[in-house]
């Protein structure tokens, strides 16, 4: 896949503490394509967060390999690790991670000067992508004063700034309504498709398998056959 953001080669993942060691990866191989959605489902206990972890550089394999962005992630070497999380991974997270005391334009803002953009340039870019989820007016609100859908845009605002081409979104509409998740899984949709980026959902909701262009099971650590998207109701 000429095209693609990420690959993920046998990977295993296996923790020790003490006598006990528990394999919570299982040999898992998939790739995600520029511009394309796939949902993850898998219950708990099954292995997706740590999978997720891992194509997210917070952790390595134990074996395996996995390449972000054409970067090969290099076990044991934590400033690799940053780098590619700084320069081609986004996150949005189920419960937001937003800072109470910033604006949703300082919030952006702050992420941008992880990734080493200060100034004007951050403070544009930031302005630039919460017009793009459509908080342009709600730029200097903090997130108390804030809904809970648009908490997941200022998240998802957050994740795009810099523009990383692989999102990863951690069961992103768990903590919203039924409406403001229809909307956000829209959103997810149109700016993969729009920016060419590829997002990776982790999810418990079926309703994501209505902007998912593939729909991947994991069970036991091992990635079970691949899904039938349900018709988009």
């Known amino acids: 896949m000429s095209d693609r953001v990420l690959a993920v080669d046998d990977v295993t993942k296996v923790f020790e503490e003490g006598r006990q060691r528990v394999e919570v990866l299982k040999g898992i191989t998939m790739q995600l394509a520029a511009g394309e959605v796939v949902a993850l489902e898998g219950p708990s206990g099954s ?4 999978l997720l972890s891992i194509v997210g550089c917070i952790l390595t394999p134990t074996a395996g390999e996995v390449e972000v962005a054409g970067a090969r992630v290099r076990r ?16 949005v997270f189920q419960q937001y991670n937003l800072f109470p005391a910033l604006s949703a334009l300082e919030n952006v803002e702050y992420s941008l000067n992880v990734r080493g953009v200060r100034g004007r340039g951050a403070r544009d870019e930031a302005q630039r992508v919460l017009e793009r989820v459509g908080l342009g007016e709600r730029l200097h609100f903090l997130p108390r004063d804030l809904s809970g859908g648009q908490k997941q845009r200022v998240a998802i605002a957050r994740a795009l700034a810099g523009r990383p081409p692989v999102l990863l979104a951690d069961e992103p509409t768990a903590n919203l309504d039924s409406a403001a998740g229809a ?15 590829g997002l990776l959902v982790v999810t418990h909701d079926p309703k ?26």
């Open 47 to 50: 292995g997706k967060t740590t």
């Open 183 to 197: 909307q956000i899984l829209d959103l997810f949709q149109e700016l993969a498709k729009a920016e060419g980026r």
């Open 76 to 91: 044991g070497d934590e400033a690799s690790l940053r780098e590619v999380r700084r320069r081609s991974i986004g996150f």
């Open 208 to 233: 994501v398998r209505r902007i998912a262009d593939r729909v991947v099971g994991i069970a036991d650590g091992r990635l079970v056959e691949p899904r039938e998207r349900a018709a988009a109701a």
